[in-house]
């Protein structure tokens, strides 16, 4: 009995050790998780995903209608026709997306969802939501200086390699 609950509490202190370790790649590199399984309406979010939408984990999961409160309005239809598609045609999907997070914030979320399958059936849902507002601004940017050195072009004639350099920016 005492060894067998010496095993069970080294494996319990493995799995902390895991679960920490995967919390803090998570915080690090800005990707939360999430499932969800329609059949008991459990939903499931990784501590990384309430970090990226601003949301509160002490006051529960999030609902549908709170997510659809922080989709940027102009990206609203766009994110839902996306999950739909995933729901009713078990179509994965990659879409990036901007939201509004309860502080105002303007933020550019990358989002993969696939569907679960056993046996062939349909069981639920996971997927990864990426904070890429950082790269989504150097884009940006490197749009702005790309159109900047363009715009004064007439002045300084480019040379092909130039040319075919910029153009990987387009």
């Not at 202190?13 to 059949?39: F, H, N």
């Not at 999950?83 to 993969?112: A, H, M, T």
């Not at 159109?147 to 072009?153: C, L």
Request: hydrophobic content about 35%; overall charge negative; aromatic content about 10%.
């Amino acid at each position: 009995f005492l060894t067998t609950a010496l095993v069970i509490t080294h494996l319990m202190s493995k799995a902390r050790r895991s679960e920490a370790y995967l919390v803090q790649a998570q915080r690090l590199t800005r990707v939360g998780s999430w499932a969800w399984d329609p059949s008991e309406s459990h939903n499931y979010y990784s501590r990384e995903v309430f970090n990226i939408f601003g949301l509160d984990p002490a006051k529960g999961n999030p609902t549908l209608a709170d997510f659809l409160r922080i989709y940027h309005p102009e990206d609203r239809k766009f994110v839902e026709e996306a999950e739909n598609k995933l729901v009713s045609e078990g179509q994965g999907y990659d879409v990036k997306y901007r939201i509004i997070r309860p502080d105002g914030e303007l933020r550019f979320v990358r989002e993969v969802g696939t569907p679960v399958r056993e046996n062939g059936v349909l069981t639920g849902f996971v997927g990864a939501c990426m904070d890429v507002t950082e790269q989504e601004r150097m884009t940006q940017e490197l749009r702005r200086e790309k159109d900047r050195y363009f715009g004064h072009a007439h002045d300084s004639p480019l040379t092909v390699e130039q040319r075919a350099q910029f153009d990987g920016l387009r």
